[in-house]
């Protein structure tokens, strides 16, 4: 097995072990915040989501982090960061640094943010598979500083693992109850 169908089964099973951790967030729940918490299920799905589509766009080429959107219009919208709706984020509402509101018209529905993590992560893992082996070394703007291109994958991988995190915290949080029963 090469190393981009590693990385990219690599970020798959990321979305496999967090999406464990989606059950019992619906539409009455997905924009509460627990006492403590950081964030809700709406804002971390969204946020995962716009990171890696970022993400898939270094895979696909754009080395330079230009600021070109290449986001599904139908999944994102870029306005005030209030300005999301129940099919679309805004990307200002779930960029790094935003603060997630409880304003469920401002957010996708509960079923709409999985649909639109999945797509991210479905793009992202054909995005690896198709990049160009031997970019796969070369540096690529992330934020404020340079990474290799094929270490966004493991980032990405740690990314969601890290809002896996938050999420389980939520669950309890909220009373949820344990994934494991």
Known sequence: MDRREVLAQGVEESRRLIARYFRGFDDSNHVRQAAGLPNHFAWTLGHLALMLHRAAERFEGAADGSRESTLPAGDFLSGDGRSGDSRRFDTEGVC???????????????????????????????????????????????????????????????????????????RRGLGMGSIFG
């Open 96 to 170: 790094f640094g935003s603060t997630p509101v409880a304003d469920a018209r401002v957010y996708p529905t509960a079923g709409r943010c999985v649909e639109i993590f999945e797509g991210a992560i479905a793009r992202v893992a054909g995005a690896i598979r198709g990049c160009d082996e031997g970019r796969l070394d070369g540096m690529v703007k992330w934020g404020a500083r340079e990474s290799v291109l094929w270490t966004l994958a493991v980032r990405m991988v740690f990314h969601n693992g890290t809002h896996c995190g938050q999420l389980a915290d939520l």
